[in-house]
């Protein structure tokens, strides 16, 4: 599937800001794979898929994962903005035949991040929180920072989602604990 008629199918799956939040991570994230060399038609693919599923409600979501046996875990079902992701790269495979595993890794993981993270799942994760319809706090220091170094950019965007949800007192999943551990890591300590 071209990037025209994945866009064409998505206008009828998403709502419109959504649509437009995709449209906008992809346009980034193409910028970012041209800065750091990754490909960048994957890029865009991935950024436009990355959120395929997040308009589906939660009982959709729970029947989907049974539908296409997605590997999960029982934290996932309590922490439900992560539900999207899994179902989402499963509806990339399925839905729009997207069948290299680098793009349906990296919409798996855009949510909680992972360890050893691709550049091309660094730049899905970061175009997702720094597209021009971002308004998070700190975002436009991530916006400058990124172009120069994607690890640091994703150190304070991941220490910003877990102070986040510390602070609404909201589950973490262990995943998200080890991928801040790994950037940092690389980041601080080597
Ligand atoms: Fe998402
Ligand atoms: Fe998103």
Known sequence: MNINSIKSRLR????????????????????????FGCNVTKAEIAGLLHDCAK???????????????????????????????????????????????????????????????????????????????RNMEGVEEVRKIVWEDLDRAMLMVLDKELLYLISEGLLIHPVSIKARNNILNKVVYT
């Open 12 to 35: 009828e799956m998403l709502s419109k800001e959504r649509l437009e939040h995709s449209i906008n991570v992809s346009e980034v994230a193409r910028d970012l794979a041209l800065n």
């Open 55 to 133: 308009d589906l409600d939660y009982k959709t979501l729970q029947a989907m994962i049974k539908e296409y046996n997605i590997k999960t875990d029982k934290l996932i079902y309590k922490i439900p903005k992560l539900l999207h992701p899994l179902v989402g790269a499963a509806i990339a495979e399925k839905e729009f035949n997207i069948q290299d595993s680098t793009i349906l890794k990296a919409i798996r993981i855009h949510s909680t991040g992972a360890v050893n993270m691709s550049i091309l799942d660094k730049v899905i994760y970061l175009s997702d929180k720094i597209e021009p319809l």
